[in-house]
């Protein structure tokens, strides 16, 4: 494995970890009243968008971490907008 791969992997555990806590805050409260709608939706499409440069790529790296943050992110997304919806 060469050093690039590497550094993409170790980019891919960090940009994937700093998710986690939010999606679990807004599970865990329910609280999604700091989350800007248009703001996740726009992060949704782009982490949609990078998973399919990935892909196109076969760069795995970028295709893990943005599939990944694309869930994560839209976990988010689908919670501030049912919550809004009530």
């Not at 690039?4 to 409260?29: D, E, H, N, R």
């Not at 609280?31 to 790529?57: C, E, N, P, Q």
Request: charged share 15%; hydrophobic share 55%.
């Amino acid at each position: 494995m060469d050093t690039a791969l590497i550094v993409g992997y170790l980019a891919s555990i960090c940009s994937v970890t700093s998710f986690i806590p939010q999606v679990w805050k807004i599970f865990k409260t329910g609280d999604t009243a700091a989350i800007s709608a248009k703001m996740y939706a726009l992060t949704v499409t782009g982490f949609a968008l990078w998973t399919a440069f990935g892909v196109m790529r076969v760069e795995w790296p970028i295709i893990l971490t943005n599939a990944i943050c694309f869930c994560l992110s839209g976990l988010i997304l689908i919670k501030k907008i049912t919550r809004r919806a009530r």
